[in-house]
């Protein structure tokens, strides 16, 4: 199979839809149906379309949690009994799946292993975005710019979000750390 950004495909950043948690609540039944017996704990929305009043691709991001990714290598056989087709995606961090092609994407989905690095920095920076208005329109504004600079190189434009999203975690772990008063 070709890998995610084989084919160029223009990255497009829409206004929020309100559907986008009714999709993932719908989209998490099917895979707690279909990969339940990896999964060990709460399936999660990520990305910018769990972030109310985010614009975003238009692409339900989400994360499944695995005891390890050997004891999930069976969901990979799974997959397609979903719509998922497996790409080795970060393979030493992650399964990860595209429905319903890699040429056309309306999903996402991570298996990654619970309490994992990966698994709590994509919390954390959901969880900022959620609780900050202005974290949230300053991503956007970021988005809507890498989406105008390279529309076609989806590898890019995640890398160029790279900074923001680490500026984002190092104040959320700041914030954990701080003594309360």
């Known amino acids: 199979m070709p890998g995610p950004a084989a084919r160029p495909q223009t990255i497009e950043i829409v206004p929020y839809d309100p559907a986008w948690p009714a999709l993932f609540d719908a989209e998490r039944a099917l895979i707690a149906r279909v990969f339940g017996r990896w999964i060990t704990g709460t399936i999660e929305h990520i990305g910018s379309t769990a972030v109310p009043g985010l614009a975003a691709k238009a692409v339900i991001d989400i994360m499944a949690p695995v005891r390890s990714l050997a004891d999930a290598a069976g969901a990979i056989a799974a997959a397609p009994q979903a719509g998922y087709l497996h790409y080795p995606y970060q393979a030493a961090s992650m399964h990860w799946f595209c429905k319903p092609s890699p040429h056309f994407r309306?999903?996402?989905?991570?298996?990654?292993?619970?309490?994992?690095?990966?698994?709590?920095?994509?919390?954390?920076?959901?969880?900022?975005?959620?609780?900050?208005?202005?974290?949230?329109?300053?991503?956007?504004?970021?988005?809507?710019?890498?989406?105008?600079?390279?529309?076609?190189?989806?590898?890019?434009?995640?890398?160029?979000?790279?900074?923001?999203?680490?500026?984002?975690?190092?104040?959320?772990?700041?914030?954990?750390?701080?003594?309360?008063?």
């Open 106 to 181: 309306t999903h996402h989905l991570h298996l990654v292993p619970l309490g994992s690095e990966l698994w709590r920095e994509r919390l954390a920076f959901r969880d900022a975005l959620r609780a900050s208005s202005d974290l949230a329109a300053g991503y956007a504004a970021l988005k809507r710019r890498l989406a105008a600079a390279t529309p076609t190189d989806r590898e890019a434009y995640t890398d160029a979000k790279g900074p923001f999203v680490q500026r984002v975690l190092r104040g959320a772990s700041g914030q954990a750390q701080a003594p309360s008063r």
